[in-house]
């Protein structure tokens, strides 16, 4: 595939599982599966900087701000750290950090605990604020809640603190207390927990602290940062800090080679199996304070620590059945039904099967017993079969030739691994998947309409299609069960707003295939109406800037579907915005189309965003760092010396701010 198709691509796909795994609190994919999507791009990106972006997920850590809470910008940012999951890539940090300090060292080696992060302010020897990472620039203010967790002291013991510091660690929900909570809510009929670190972060939000005093969470802290800390090492001001009455964990060692670094993984990878919180991985840190601030950060992690993952744990069982799920655009996931099982802490009783080809190369067969792994103790997932096992009479799994839900046949293209349901009109999972798409909150964000909503609404007939919403009546929805007057109101309401939300947007509600949030704004910045848009082929569509032909292609064949075509011109009677807002399109030109323009530096005309904001409207593109690609450098006063430097070695053009404003009134 083009490089530069697959950076967009990879961009999408992990602003969408950030988006899964920290707002909605639901990943699709594993931890590890997460790491290697960001290091294919990371090194795309470094292969190829003509395409850089400043707000590629590279270049920032998820968030988990939520708007119930006030926010908080941090004093020091809270970054994560770098995963590594072999001894090889530990053993490449220390060589790493060996030959940057040419220096003796010690290593701190530390639980990594499988919770979810605060950042607690000591003024004077109370507590003053408790704040989430959230985006890791700004929090969530969750004082209130942080101060029922009994291990983390209000006020500090002892002498010696400094006046104002700040003290970061990972608040968790122990075992005991997570499935003693997951009974409750069995019980209750409420939705369960996942794993612990869901509970703890969920519970951290709740509105109500009493409730969140019931959920007995704990803490351990692992990380003091201030002006004044009393000791150059990391492990001493941890060891100060429990004499002030921090919960410190007692299984914090400091080691003076690597070999002593491999014990201590070597130790936990069993030892932390009977621990009663759960953990997932080793955290080693550079101990001395000194030698941590030589070494410095990357733009997203520390160089003086890094993350040690351990190895999923598997599990034996039996398949009892396979089922087949239909997704919004037509394919068709093997979802495995397991005889539960106990996994990392959870109960297990599906797991995916991700496609037929995985299915053949295990030569599953019904009633096999199984082996289940969680990659990142998120969805679990089948990796091989015990064969001596085999119970002889059970059948073997075969990929199903017709969908099962409509009956339509099914088709695999050319090379890929996935077999699709072509009944993109009639078959029921796939109009509920792109009504589903088109409400959720990147989209139209109806926010009163949810999955179970549409269920109903399509179950009982009131909505065949998308644009089938905006027909609908608050009088309509009264019948319906579980529907009482203010609910349909809502739904109306929240129906009616969406009149508002911009082109950019709803086209990429439409859910057309490869067109993410980035690409529609893109598009329709581009071709400003969705007739020009859909007037537009292949090739008009590759002349803008970042759309490749597979993008393309996907365009063209959308809107050459009459019901498409039919779709856009019901959803445009209805109100929905179909051009883009008049602010926008004001004084767009062409003047900087296909430059690459760096800004560097203080301004004194406009602010950096304006300056932005002006790049884009006349066709040009803002990119981060220097490099062979770039045009030219929109240069204000005291611009960073290594840009300049790169500049003066690659030879790219220094822009004033009255030269830019200039070429762009010529
Ligand atoms: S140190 C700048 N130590 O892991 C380094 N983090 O991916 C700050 N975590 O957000 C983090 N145990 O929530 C550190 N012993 C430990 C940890 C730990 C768990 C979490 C933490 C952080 C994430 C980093």
Known sequence: ????????????????????????????????????????????????????????PTRRVGSDLTKEFVQVAHKYPMLSLGNTYSKGEVADFYERVKRALNDDFEIC????????????????????????????????DVTANVKTIRSIPLRLSGSGYPREFEIRGEVLMPWAVFEELNRERAERDEPLFANPRNAASGTLKLQDSSVVAKRKLDAFLYYMLGEEL????????????????????????????????YQFID???TARKSLPYATDGVVLKVN????????????????????????????????????????????VTPVANLDPVQLSGTIVKRASLHNADIIEKLD?????????????????????????????????????????????????????????????????????????????REAMNIESIGPETIELLYNYGLIKNISDLYTLEACDLLFLPRMGAKSAENIVSGIKESLNVPFE????????RYVGATVAKRLTRAFVTIEALMAADVQALTAVDEIGERIAGSVVDFFAREDNRNLVAALQAAGVRFVVDDEVVEGRTDKLLGKSIVISGVFEKHSRDEYKAMIEKHGGKNVGSVSKATTFILAGANMGPSKLEKAQKLGVQLVSEEEFLNMLQE
């Not at 947007?505 to 057309?512: K, N």
């Open 1 to 56: 595939m083009d490089p530069k198709e697959r950076i967009y691509e990879l961009r999408e796909l992990l602003h969408r599982h950030n988006y899964n795994y920290y707002i909605k609190n639901a990943p699709e994919i594993s931890d590890m599966e997460f790491d290697a999507l960001m290091r294919e791009l990371q090194d795309l990106e470094a292969q190829y900087p003509q395409y850089d972006d400043e707000n590629s």
């Open 109 to 140: 080696c530390e639980l990594k605990f499988d919770g979810t992060s605060i950042s607690l302010t000591y003024v004077d020897g109370e507590l003053v604020r408790a704040v989430t990472r959230g985006d890791g620039e700004k929090g969530d």
């Open 230 to 261: 009393p000791a150059d090492g990391h492990y001493e001001n941890l060891q100060k800090a429990n004499e002030w009455g921090f919960k410190i964990s007692d299984t914090t060692r400091k080691c003076r080679t690597l070999d002593e670094v």
């Open 267 to 269: 130790h936990f990878d």
């Open 288 to 331: 001395s304070i000194i030698q941590q601030r030589n070494l410095g950060y990357t733009s997203k992690s520390p160089r003086w620590a890094i993350a040690y993952k351990f190895q999923a744990e598997r599990a034996l069982t039996r398949l009892n059945e396979v089922t087949y799920q239909v997704g919004r655009t037509g394919v």
């Open 364 to 440: 599953l067969h019904i009633a096999d017993m199984v082996y289940v792994e969680k990659g990142g103790e998120i969805i679990p997932k089948i990796t091989g079969v015990d064969t001596d096992a085999r119970f002889l009479l059970g059948e073997k799994v075969s990929f199903p030739t017709k969908c099962p839900v409509c009956g339509a046949a099914l088709v695999r293209s050319e090379g890929e691994a996935a077999h699709y349901c072509p009944n993109y009109s009639q078959c029921p999972p796939q109009i509920k998947g792109r009504i589903e798409h088109f409400v959720s």
């Open 505 to 512: 947007r709803v086209l990429f509600a439409l859910g057309i």
